[in-house]
C-alpha cells in the first residue's frame, strides 16, 4: 500500500489555517469579566480568531449559548471539532496549542506560581464579584466595600505585590504579559469603576495593565456597546 507524505512546509501552513478557524463566543464586553479573559488572551498573544457575540440578559440568550455549549456559560472556544468551554480551560489549550506563543512564562517556578493565581482567581474572590461587578462603562466610586469584597482586596494586593517585587516594578505580574495578567485585567476594571485605591506600586499596575493595547481595545468595544442591563447600570444605595 502506498502512502504520500505531505511537505513539512505544507503540513505547518495546513496546521496553522486549522488554528486560524477559532471561533470565541462572548458575551457583551462591557459586562463579561470571564469572557474578556479568554479574549484579551488571544488578541495580546495575536491569535487569529473569529469573535461571536452573544447578548446578556436577552429573552434567547440561554438558547444562544446552549448552541455553542451545554454548559451555558460563556466563554466558548470553537476549534474545528474540538469545544472548550470555560475562560481557564480555553487558556490552558491556547497556550498548547500555540507553544510559541510563550503565554505562560518560561520559568518552571514561576509558571506554577501563575497557574496557582489564576487557579485561585477562578474559584475565588466571590466577595469582589457580588459586590463589584463588571461595569466598564459605569463608574461606582466607593460602593462594593463589603466586608467580604475588602478581604478579596486585600488578597488580590498580597499577590500583586508577591509578583511585582520579583519581576520588577515597571513590569507585567511575571515580566512580559502573561496569561496572569490576561485573568487579572478584569479585576483592574473593577478597580477602575469603583476608584479601589491600592498605593503608588499596585495603582501603577493597574494603569500599566488598563494601557496594555488588547485591554485598551477590549474598552473601546465596551464603550462602542449600546445594550444595557438595568440591574448592572445602577449601584444600589
Request: aromatic content about 10%; overall charge negative; proline content about 5%.
Amino acid at each position: 500500500m502506498q502512502t504520500t507524505e505531505l511537505d513539512p512546509m505544507l503540513s505547518h501552513t495546513l496546521e496553522e489555517a486549522q488554528k486560524s478557524s477559532l471561533r470565541l463566543v462572548i458575551a457583551n464586553k462591557n459586562y463579561s469579566s470571564w469572557s474578556m479573559r479568554a479574549w484579551v488572551a488571544m488578541t495580546a498573544f495575536n491569535i487569529p480568531f473569529q469573535e461571536v457575540r452573544v447578548l446578556l440578559g436577552q429573552a434567547g440568550t440561554s438558547a444562544q449559548i446552549a448552541r455553542y455549549s451545554a454548559a451555558g456559560r460563556v466563554p466558548v472556544l470553537l476549534a474545528s471539532e474540538t469545544t472548550v468551554w470555560d475562560s481557564l480551560a480555553i487558556c490552558e489549550y491556547l497556550a498548547e496549542q500555540f507553544p510559541e506563543k510563550n503565554m505562560w512564562p518560561q520559568d518552571v517556578a514561576a509558571r506554577a506560581e501563575a497557574r496557582s493565581i489564576c487557579a485561585e482567581m477562578h474559584c475565588g474572590f466571590t466577595g469582589v464579584r457580588s459586590a463589584m461587578w463588571m461595569n466598564i462603562r459605569a463608574r461606582f466610586p466607593g460602593k462594593g466595600r463589603t466586608i467580604e469584597a475588602q478581604a478579596d482586596i486585600g488578597r488580590i494586593s498580597e499577590i500583586w505585590e508577591m509578583c511585582l517585587s520579583r519581576s520588577g516594578p515597571d513590569a507585567f505580574l511575571f515580566g512580559d504579559f502573561s496569561l496572569a495578567d490576561a485573568y487579572f485585567a478584569p479585576v483592574v476594571m473593577r478597580f477602575i469603576t469603583y476608584d479601589v485605591v491600592l498605593g503608588p506600586a499596585l495603582d501603577a499596575y493597574v494603569e500599566r495593565l488598563a494601557a496594555h493595547p488588547a485591554v485598551v481595545q477590549w474598552v473601546n468595544g465596551a464603550l462602542a456597546e449600546t445594550e444595557h442591563i438595568a440591574r448592572y447600570d445602577v449601584y444600589p444605595d
